[in-house]
């Protein structure tokens, strides 16, 4: 069996498009995956796949390359509280339906929960926040950081909005109590409609681009018009204006109109 068809069986098991991520960096994650689990080849592989749950969660946090943390990218926050919030603040009427999309572990949406409570108490705070794999987001509802997480917050924030344990920090309830998480894949699901604010950071960057182009169509779609798209900082969208957006800040795109 070779990697194409170890893509066929993985699609025809699990309903996982391998095609849409980018083969090089995706099949040397699986070669060491499987080398890891000391299996010989791509076939014995997905025979072990088959009847194990443990391995194929393990394989699935392996291709969702999870990584996040608190603040990342500082000044970009900074631009989304400071800016970008009040812009759509003018926009909206209702309150700003948002979401965190590919949101791992968690911090990327309790980071919006911080965001916006300089502006609205926690009760006007409503977070979607999604994700392909189950184990991260039963992470996320956990909410509990090791010191590196929260390295790069202000420190008054880590006050007023985590516990300190012993050896980690717990994000408090009022803030969890801020976001609903949801699995999502968004390859294939449906998108949900009618949001003022999209945060996707750090994920596109592993798919193909043709997978992007579909994704990127999808989020306009989603996002009212007006509405704001928040990219990662290796994620800037060439041509956006082809997808309905215009860049407005550097990562923040606005939707123009419908395509």
Known sequence: MDYKEFKAEILKLFDIN???????????RIDSLISKNKYNNYRDYVQALKGSTNLFSEFLDYITINVSEFYRNPEQWDILGKEVIPLLFKESKEDLKIWSAACSTGEEPYTLVMVLNRHLPFNKINILATDIDNNVLKKAKEGIYSS?????????HVSKYFIKEQHNYRIKDEVKNCVNFKQHDLLKDDYPKGLDLIVC??????????AKNQIYEKFNKSLKTGGILFVGSTEQILSS????????????YKKERDI
Do not use: C, W
């Open 201 to 210: 950071r750090n994920v596109l960057i592993y798919f193909t681009e043709e």
């Open 148 to 156: 590196k997480s929260i390295e790069k917050l202000p420190q008054d």
């Open 241 to 252: 204006a082809k997808y309905g957006f215009r860049s407005i800040r550097t990562f923040f």
């Open 18 to 28: 391998l095609d849409f991520y980018k083969e090089k960096q995706m099949k040397r």
